[in-house]
């Protein structure tokens, strides 16, 4: 066992992170949410890292996303995110997609990968997602988040899709009423690497076709199924 990964036993087992560093991910979404997961992950140690996003960093990412700075805005955040691996964890393989995602080219990005994760925060994607592991197989785990809120919840074949969830219509993102203060994004994040670490290592009670909602507002955490 590597030193690096010393702290993650006791939580996790010598057999469950092992197969951390043998699985392939893809994060769907390099922003707020995106940024947290792909530092977590390449902390847990996984194989590979698909990164999917096509945009650039600017001065209104600075509050939450942790792979901005000064020094990179207007430069795009999947090659960012390729640099901030490297200096974590070099072992970890980064493939950066600078494109965006859609149901017909899902396939080409993402079929090599394990588990998804939904980091986006456009509603046609997120269904696209919710289609393409139907199609095939794989494990989507979706977070989302605005203001004081936060929700995740995991997709998988045989439970309902994510429009059981969302609703049908492609409403734009909450985000843009109630904010996007860094507590929200990193506490999805972390929820919903969480949920990874329990699927990969066979543990606890993962959200498969339930839905964690969170008010920090009222420090209320209620789980539902959809």
């Known amino acids: 066992m590597q030193k690096r990964f010393l702290k993650n036993i006791g939580a996790l087992t010598e057999e469950g992170q092992k197969k951390l560093l043998a699985t392939t ?22 194989k590979k890292i698909i990164a999917v996003d096509m945009d650039t960093f600017d001065e209104t990412n600075l509050n939450r996303q942790i792979l901005s700075n000064i020094n990179n805005l207007g430069k795009y955040k ?11 964890n070099p072992n970890v393989y980064l493939e950066p997609i600078k494109e965006k995602a859609y149901l017909d ?58 429009e059981k969830l969302l609703g049908e219509a492609n409403v734009e993102g909450a985000e843009k009423d109630l904010g996007n203060p860094i507590f929200a994004p990193m506490l999805t994040a972390a929820l919903e690497l969480s949920e990874f670490c329990k699927l990969v290592s066979k543990q606890g009670e993962p959200l498969i076709g339930k839905c964690l909602f969170v008010n920090l507002l009222t420090n209320e955490y209620r789980t539902f199924e959809f």
């Not at 993402?110 to 696209?128: H, V």
């Open 25 to 46: 991910v893809a994060v769907v979404g390099v922003g707020g949410i995106g940024g947290f997961l792909i530092e977590g992950l390449a902390r847990l140690g996984v």
């Open 78 to 88: 999947v090659f960012e995110a390729e640099k901030r691996v490297k200096e974590i």
């Open 105 to 162: 080219n899902l396939e080409i990005f993402l079929l090599e990968a394990d588990y998804i994760f939904d980091a986006t925060d456009n509603m046609e994607i997120r269904k696209s997602l919710s289609k393409f592991v139907q199609q095939t197989g794989k494990i989507l785990i979706h977070g989302g988040c605005a203001g004081w809120y936060a929700q995740i919840a995991i997709i998988t074949k045989d439970k309902p899709g994510i």
